[in-house]
C-alpha cells in the first residue's frame, strides 16, 4: 500500500524540548499539508508545502516550521513546546495543491508533559 | 478569517433512519470536500463538490453544494452502524485549507 505513511506515531517530549514529525506521502502526490487536532476537535491547518516551498499557512506561530524534501516527503518541526500543543499530529498528502482530495496518515500522537 | 461551521454537533439515530448534516461557509467556496473520520481513526476523503447546485449520490451518500456556495449538505439515507464517525466538510483549493468543525454521528443498532 502506497498510502501516507507518518513516523513516529507515538511521542512524548517535555515542555521546552523540540520535535520533528516525519511524513511520506502517497506514491505520486505531490503536495503535502499538516494538521493539528487536539481531542475532540477537527482539524487545524498548520501549512501546505509544494515544490519545497510552504504555499499556505494556517493561524499557528513561528514555532512550527516545516520542510519539503526532492523526494515530496516532509517535515514538521515544532520549537519550545508548550503542554498545548499536545495533539494529534495530521499530515495529508494531495495532487495538484488539494483540488482532488486529500489522503490523510494515521498521524502522529503527541504528548507534551 | 474564513469560518466554516456545521449542525448539528452530534446526531444520534435509530439504525435506518436517514441523516443529514449542513455546512455553512462565511464566504464562497471554490469547492468544498468532505471527509469522514471513524473513532480513533484519521479523515478519508469522500467526495469532492466544485459546480454551484451540484449533487453527487455514492450508494446511500447523497451531497449537495449550494446555489451561492457557500454552504453543503451531506445526506444518508438508511443508516448503519458503519456509518459511524464524525463527518468534516472541508472548504478546500488554493484558498486556506478550512475544516468545519464537524459532525458527530452515533447510530444505535
Known amino acids: 500500500d502506497a498510502g501516507v505513511t507518518q513516523s513516529p506515531t507515538h511521542l512524548i517530549k517535555t515542555r521546552g524540548q523540540q520535535v520533528t514529525l516525519r511524513c511520506s506521502p502517497k506514491s505520486g502526490h505531490d503536495t503535502v499539508s499538516w494538521y493539528q487536532q487536539a481531542l475532540g476537535q477537527g482539524p487545524q491547518f498548520i501549512f501546505q508545502?509544494?515544490?519545497?516551498?510552504?504555499?499556505q499557512r494556517g493561524n499557528f506561530p513561528d514555532r512550527f516550521s516545516g520542510h519539503q524534501f526532492p523526494n515530496y516527503s516532509s517535515e514538521l518541526n515544532v520549537n519550545a513546546l508548550l503542554l498545548g500543543d499536545s495533539a494529534l499530529y495530521l499530515c495529508?498528502?494531495?495532487?495538484?495543491?488539494?483540488?482532488?482530495?486529500?489522503?490523510f496518515g494515521s498521524g502522529t500522537r503527541l504528548t507534551v508533559v | 478569517g474564513q469560518q466554516v461551521m456545521q449542525i448539528p454537533q452530534y446526531q444520534h439515530v435509530q439504525e435506518g433512519e436517514d441523516f443529514t448534516t449542513y455546512c455553512n461557509s462565511s464566504?464562497?467556496?471554490?469547492?468544498i470536500q468532505w471527509y469522514k473520520q471513524r473513532p480513533g481513526g484519521h479523515p478519508v476523503f469522500l467526495i469532492q463538490?466544485?459546480?454551484?447546485?451540484e449533487v453527487k449520490k455514492q450508494k446511500r451518500l447523497t451531497f449537495q453544494f449550494g446555489e451561492a456556495k457557500k454552504n453543503s449538505s451531506l445526506h444518508i439515507t438508511a443508516t448503519q452502524t458503519t456509518d459511524v464517525g464524525t463527518y468534516f466538510c472541508v472548504g478546500g483549493g488554493y484558498q486556506k485549507v478550512t475544516f468545519g468543525t464537524g459532525t458527530k454521528l452515533q447510530v444505535i443498532p
Open positions: 464566504t464562497t467556496l471554490s469547492n
Open positions: 463538490l466544485v459546480k454551484s447546485g
Open positions: 495529508a498528502s494531495s495532487l495538484d495543491r488539494g483540488l482532488q482530495g486529500y489522503t
Open positions: 508545502y509544494y515544490e519545497e516551498e510552504e504555499r
